[in-house]
């Protein structure tokens, strides 16, 4: 079964604007992990922040997670046509063992 | 370097039919997992690999499925008696030793006629 559950379902935005993302779960995590799939490719890992951490940047990607709320969020800014892909959040309990949602399908228009 | 490699690409088989899929993970690592996309929808784990420890099983849907590691290194996922729900996309992943980052391959897109 799913644990994360990401929001919007979908997101259409012009290049340059900011993208946010938000994926809920649903008991207690040790990492949360967003990964990027472009239309058919595989996943490509790009951020893990433990659960002690608040807030993790890297590059135009900026994770936040509020393990109070069992929520995180991924911000992409100023936007490229590049970043048109499916993000996925995805938790674990113990190291292993990803528990994916079914996805935000990101849209970036020239 | 080499990422995960996955064959076939893609799998056309007859219901009824068992199918083999393989997967070569990055040299050095030690973990390697197996998941499954339906269309539409996020993974589903199904098995995972660390080292010479027994595999964690939990997520085989069947005992149609199964899967084996051999000598570390390459992992072969065997689907037996195939039905059109393995209708599919089957990802393998691998991870260096005392890292949670899992290194995705492209997949096996399996269709069950």
């Not at chain 1, 040790?30 to 996943?43: A, T, V």
């Not at chain 2, 039919?17 to 197996?34: M, N, Q």
């Not at chain 2, 339906?38 to 149609?64: C, H, M, T, V, W």
């Amino acid at each position: 079964s799913q644990q994360g559950e990401e929001d919007p379902q979908a997101l259409s935005i012009q290049e340059g604007e900011n993208a946010t993302m938000n994926c809920s779960y649903k008991t207690s995590i040790n990492n949360l992990q967003w990964y990027r799939q472009n239309s058919g490719r595989g996943l490509v890992h790009l951020i893990l922040i433990r659960s002690n951490e608040r807030e993790k940047h890297s590059g135009r990607l900026r994770v936040t997670l509020d393990t109070s709320k069992k929520s995180s969020s991924l911000l992409i800014t100023a936007s490229r046509a590049a970043d048109t892909a499916s993000y996925f959040c995805a938790t674990d309990k113990w190291g292993y063992k990803l528990s994916f949602g079914a996805g935000t399908t990101v849209t970036v228009r020239a | 370097g080499a990422g995960v490699s996955q064959s076939p690409s893609n799998k056309v088989t007859e219901k009824g039919k068992d199918v083999e899929l393989r997967c070569d993970p990055i040299s050095g690592h030690t973990a390697l997992y197996w998941y499954r996309q339906s269309l539409g929808q996020g993974l589903e784990f199904l098995i995972y690999f660390q080292g010479n420890s027994a595999p964690d099983k939990s997520g085989l849907p069947s005992d149609r499925f199964s899967a084996e590691r051999t000598g570390g290194s390459v992992s072969t996922l065997t689907i037996q008696r195939t039905q059109q729900e393995d209708s599919a996309v089957y990802l393998c992943a691998s991870s260096p030793p005392g890292r949670d980052e899992q290194y995705f391959g492209p997949g096996t897109r399996l269709t069950v006629t």
